[in-house]
Structures are given as C-alpha cells and as structure tokens.
C-alpha cells in the first residue's frame, strides 16, 4: 500500500490536529497529490468545533516543505502553471481562513512554496537547523502567490533581499528579521510548541476564534476602520458568557493567591 501524502493526527482529545506533509525521502516537495491532499484535510477540520489548534509540519527530520516538485513544475506550460499555482494558493489560503490559530513548526528546509505556506500560517517555530529561501528565480521562476505576505512579516528590502538573490539564510536570522517568532534546538522543538499550544488550549476558545477572525480583517483595513472592527468584536464576545465566567474564574484566582500570602 502507498504511503498517503499528508498525516493527519489529532491530541489533546482532539482539540489540536496535526498536518504533516508525507514526502520525506524528496523533503517534503510538493507535488499535486500532496496539495489536494492537504487542502482536503484542513477543509474537513475547519468545520470541526472542537479544534482549537493546528499544527503544520513535515514528516522526518530533514524539511518542513522543500518547495514545489520540480519534476512537475519542468512539466508546466502556461495553463497548467496557472493551475498549479492556484492550488498552491488554495493551500496556503485554507490555512489563513482556518478559523482557529494555525502554527507552522518548521523542522528543517522551509524553500520555495514551502515558505508561502509557512507565511499563510498564524506563529512560525523553527529548529535551529532550519532553513528559508525562495529560490525559484534560480530555476527561471518568479516568486508568486503568497510571497505576497512577506513583506508584512519582514519589510519589502529583506522580501527582495530573498526574491532577487534566491539565498536561503538560517534559522537565527529568520528569527531576527520576525520571519519566525521562536528557535528552539531541534530536540526542544516539541517543548517550544507544546508552550504555544497550552496557552492556547487555556484561552477562551471562542475568544481565540473571535481574535484570528479580527487579526483577517485588520490586515485589509485602515486603523480607525480595523478599532472599530474590534469593538464589534468585543460585542460579540459578550454574546455568550465566556467572558464573564473566565474573568470571573480568574478574580476568584487572585483572591486566592492574595489569601494564601
């Protein structure tokens, strides 16, 4: 039997899902199976209400995504790119209208439509052995879809920096131009992320919900427009009684710590 493309796993009672590209002999590259794999995948879980989190990353040691395979990108003429490349861009976009948080954890080379997908994804963790770059000028390519996000995440100078050269750079400086928020060793990866995930998981999951769906909308919107947004978003909140139990809890909390002094 064939390996399937992608894996999903599911934990913390099915609160958090796991999508890892399965591709690892050739890093994770990926072909048409892998794509339709993984927007089929994250479609099913966004009508899920019990997740709270996803995780993307690639299966072995060795690569997150290592880019697109090249063997089918050789194949392309110009309606065929047109389709690939808008698969491409339906991967990353379910990843952006996930309705819960979605956390890139980025165990090795991040290339090419790797590190669109990885840039469509909410908080980037990287081991310290990782790797980025958007190599694609190098095979007579331009860099499209969604390295369309990049220069929010590290200004248009470091984008082009990327786009016109093809270099990769390593973890440190990925996390010092805000490419990732956080590098752990590759041993400590899963503690690293197992942080983000409880803190998560300790949120008011319809607050969480709430948040991403305002953090969309404040992208395409002028400030006053994007406070405005949020005190909608506030009105919503209070719809349900999440905010007045949790902050109820958390007064009862602090009488309690104050007590025990």
Known sequence: MSEPPVIVRRDHDGAVAT????????????????????IDAVTALADDPDLRV??????GERAF????????????????SRDFLTLIHRMCKVLRDLPVPVIAR????????GLEVMAACDMHLASDAASFGMPEVRIGLPSVVEAA??????G?????????????????????????????P????????????????????????LQKELIREWEAMPVGDAIEAGIRCIVRAYQTDEPTRMIGQTIERLRARKGGR
Request: charged share 15%.
């Open 19 to 38: 999508v890892s590209i399965n591709n690892p002999a050739r890093l994770n590259c990926l072909g048409t199976p892998q794509i339709a794999a993984f």
């Open 65 to 80: 995504i290592g880019g697109a395979n090249l063997m089918e990108l050789g194949a392309l003429d110009p309606p065929k």
């Open 54 to 59: 996803l995780i993307v990353t690639g299966e």
């Open 186 to 209: 590759a041993a400590e990866l899963d503690t690293a992320l197992d942080a983000w995930i409880g803190a998560i998981l300790e949120s008011g999951p319809r607050a969480v919900r």
């Open 156 to 184: 248009w100078g470091r984008t082009k920096l990327l786009l016109y050269t093809g270099d990769t750079i390593d973890a440190r400086t990925a996390l010092d131009w805000g490419l990732v928020e956080k590098v752990a």
């Open 106 to 113: 980025v165990n090795g080379f991040c290339l090419g439509a």
């Open 149 to 154: 996000l990049l220069p929010q995440l590290i």
